[in-house]
C-alpha cells in the first residue's frame, strides 16, 4: 500500500501593527473595535437608578494613579522600538530603519521598566506596557526571520557560479 502524504502548505499572514507608512493597518482597528464590544458585552448591565448603591472607596494606597507623564515616557521608548524595527522612514532617504539591536535594547528597556513596576501600575498603564511589549516582540522577531531568510538568499546567490 503506497504511502500518500498529505503536501503540507503554509499561510505566510503579515501581523505588524503598521503600515510601511507607519499608520495602523486596518486590522488592527477592526481587532481593537472587537475586543471594545467584547469587553462592553461582559460588563454586568448597570442596575436601575433608585436601586444603585454607592460605590465602597477604595483607599488611594491600594489603586495605584495613572501618570500621564509615565504613559508619555512608554510610549516614547515603544516608538523609538518601532521606528528602528522599520516602522517609520528616513526622512533623508525615505527608506525604513531597521537596527534589531536597538530595538532589542528598547524591548529590554521597557520589559525591565514592567518588571520594577509591577504592582504599583494603575490597570491602564500595566495594559498599555503589556500591550507595547507583546507587539514589539512580535515585530523584533518577523523582523529578525525576514533579515535571516534574506542574508540566506543572498549567500546562496554568492555560491552560485
Not at 98 to 108: G, L, N, Q, S, V
Not at 128 to 133: E, H, P, S
Amino acid at each position: 500500500m503506497p504511502d500518500h502524504k498529505k503536501e503540507e502548505a503554509f499561510r505566510v499572514i503579515d501581523r505588524r501593527p503598521f503600515t510601511a507608512e507607519g499608520e495602523l493597518r486596518k486590522e488592527v482597528v477592526e481587532e481593537e473595535e472587537r475586543e471594545a464590544k467584547r469587553e462592553a458585552a461582559q460588563r454586568p448591565p448597570a442596575p436601575p437608578a433608585e436601586a444603585a448603591k454607592p460605590a465602597p472607596t477604595v483607599p488611594a494606597a491600594e489603586t495605584p494613579k495613572g501618570s500621564p507623564a509615565f504613559e508619555s515616557l512608554i510610549r516614547m521608548l515603544g516608538s523609538n522600538a518601532a521606528m528602528v524595527l522599520g516602522a517609520y522612514a528616513d526622512p533623508r532617504t525615505g527608506q525604513p530603519v531597521i537596527e534589531p539591536e536597538t530595538a532589542r535594547e528598547f524591548i529590554d528597556m521597557l520589559d525591565a521598566l514592567h518588571e520594577k513596576t509591577k504592582g504599583n501600575l494603575a490597570p491602564d498603564e500595566d495594559s498599555l506596557l503589556l500591550d507595547l511589549l507583546g507587539k514589539l516582540r512580535m515585530t523584533y522577531l518577523e523582523v529578525n526571520q525576514a533579515m535571516a531568510a534574506q542574508t540566506a538568499a543572498q549567500a546562496k546567490a554568492k555560491t552560485r557560479p
